[in-house]
């Protein structure tokens, strides 16, 4: 049983910058693929960003491309969200995911582990 942990959010001006980090523990993430959703109230869960376990590939919303990068660390079965040039609209809840499948990143049905969530508010 693998638990996520989210942590690094906050408040943060229109163009700052966040990095989120989701701490596993209970079971090594090497061999999960892991992913970064968002939700805010009353909207579904929406994919940010995926890594894959194979080969590392990194997958992103078109909303963030460009913006935001994913990145793991096996050695310390940890994941990261840095988070560039925010915007107001991408306050919402962020969320922590892992998967066993390498296909499917984009969805929510692909993960098995879910964190708790850490909130991010970019002020205008």
């Known amino acids: 049983q693998v638990e996520l942990a989210e942590s690094g959010g906050g408040l943060v001006q229109s163009g700052g910058s966040l990095r989120l980090t989701c701490a596993a523990s209970g079971g090594t993430i090497r061999r999960y693929s892991m992913a970064w959703f968002r939700q805010t109230p009353g909207m579904e869960r929406e994919f940010v960003a995926a890594i894959n376990w194979s080969s590392g590939r990194t997958f992103y919303a078109d909303s963030v491309k460009g913006r935001f990068t994913v990145s793991r660390e096996n050695n310390v079965n940890t994941v990261s969200l840095q988070m560039n040039n925010l915007k107001p609209e991408d306050t919402a809840d962020y969320y922590c995911?892992?998967?066993?499948?390498?296909?499917?990143?984009?969805?929510?049905?692909?993960?098995?582990?879910w964190g708790r969530g850490t909130q991010v508010t970019v002020s205008s």
């Open positions: 995911a892992a998967g066993g499948n390498d296909v499917g990143l984009s969805q929510v049905g692909t993960y098995i582990y």
